[in-house]
């Protein structure tokens, strides 16, 4: 994606500006104490073989991962080559990675009729975003860390029905993008550059689908230049877990993933919790020139409105987007901000700093019992993205993590230190976000009224 300036004096006022709010939004915060001791263990999924332009798309089972009954604290991935060392984006672009859980019957681990999807507390519908984890291209920057005296709670022996074990599966969409035509393009998963006409499962696409999952499947190809040749490797996530053992000092939270995409109907009138969902999980972005002349910030600005089964106090919150993303926002039903969610370009060639490419999204930690969403309230999410050219197979999601039970002792709350990120004032944060998605705006109907001025006048900020 190729987002222009008039100037170079607009690039650094809203590279400024991003790094103020990233500032603002990372500050350390305090969190309770945990009782026990903290765990972490690292493990390699199993390899997987990328040549140029090619698509690793899979699902693999009863993968390595803490067992018994706990309480998970953060779960952070990466894609590394045969030597442990980081692959960088625009040689590997890391779609997705999601983590489920299940129950499943010993010796039959991936037999539909022996085993339970274990979904998370989401409320789309039962084949979608039910994942317990779930990151992309930003997975190195991004903070995953649950604050004390909190935790994911698995392993309850109680929970697991007789006759079954919990395990976990693990699915890895990656992109090798070394030699392609279009690297937006192939990370966009355009239909034309992968050949594609039907799913994997044979079925026809829609004639007005251009681009998204279901054109970069397992196995795809990606459209190369002319004559290039680079030898295929061997590729792993590997990913950090740590964890508590449970005790009765912490404090379980559910875990919502929401949808932009979602539209959702009441079937009970006298309840807003019975609800049917459609989350369709991506969504395209069309080009300022192809939209209404009306639009002079050419930002593409996607709402909808939902309602979680129950309340309670805001945790952890966190956006994911794709490139041309420009931040994510939760309100709650009288217009306050939930929390709102920035992401952070990188600036470089190295892994984790890759120029064009969207490496961390800022996270929310509000401080305790500060945010809270009511039983039955309707909350609006807000998905914000450039519209300075099309964009296919974009996302719009949102992950939640939200507290039922308060701690007993809040004044032990302020004593101990985490490396968690924090925003403490969101109602400052998102007037900054307001404020900084108002001059990108700016900045880019400046530059489209400046094309015909040149090519040489303008410099590319994300390529």
Known sequence: MRLYLGSRMLQKIVVGLSVVIWVLLMKPCAAGVVKGKLKSATFLSPKFVLGPGSVENKYYYDIDFPRGHVALKSFDAEVVDDDGIPVPLHHTYLHHWVVGRYYSRPGHPQSKADYVLVRNSGICQRDSLGQY???????????????????????????????????WMLNVHAIDTRG?????????????????????????????????????????????????????????????????????????????????????????????????????????????????EADDLCVDSKRTSLALPTGGYVVYGVAHQHSGGLGSNLYGEDGRVICSSVPAYGTGKEAGNEAGYIVGMSTCYPQPVSVKINDGEILVLESNYSRSQNHTGVMGLFYLLVARELPKSMPDLPFAVQMQRNMTLPRIAGAILAFLGVVIAAAIGISLKRRKQGEEDYESLMT
């Open 180 to 292: 392609v035509e279009d690297r937006l393009g192939c990370t966009e998963c355009r239909c034309d550059l992968y050949n594609v006409t039907q799913d994997e499962y044979g079925r026809p696409l829609r004639p007005d689908y251009r681009g998204g999952l279901y054109c970069c499947y397992d196995q795809t190809q990606c459209r190369l230049r002319p004559g290039f040749q680079s030898p295929r490797r061997s590729l792993y996530l590997r990913y950090t877990v740590v964890w508590f053992d449970w005790d009765t000092s912490i404090l379980p939270v559910d875990i919502y993933i929401l949808d932009v995409t979602d539209t959702w109907m009441a079937l009970d009138k006298s309840s807003e919790h019975s609800a049917e969902h459609h989350c369709r999980v991506e969504y395209e972005v069309e080009s300022c020139n192809r939209a209404t």
């Open 133 to 167: 984890f779930g990151l992309g291209s930003e997975t190195r920057k991004t903070a995953t860390f649950v604050p004390d005296p909190y935790g994911i709670e698995i392993g309850n022996p109680a929970d697991i029905p007789t006759g079954f074990e919990e395990k």
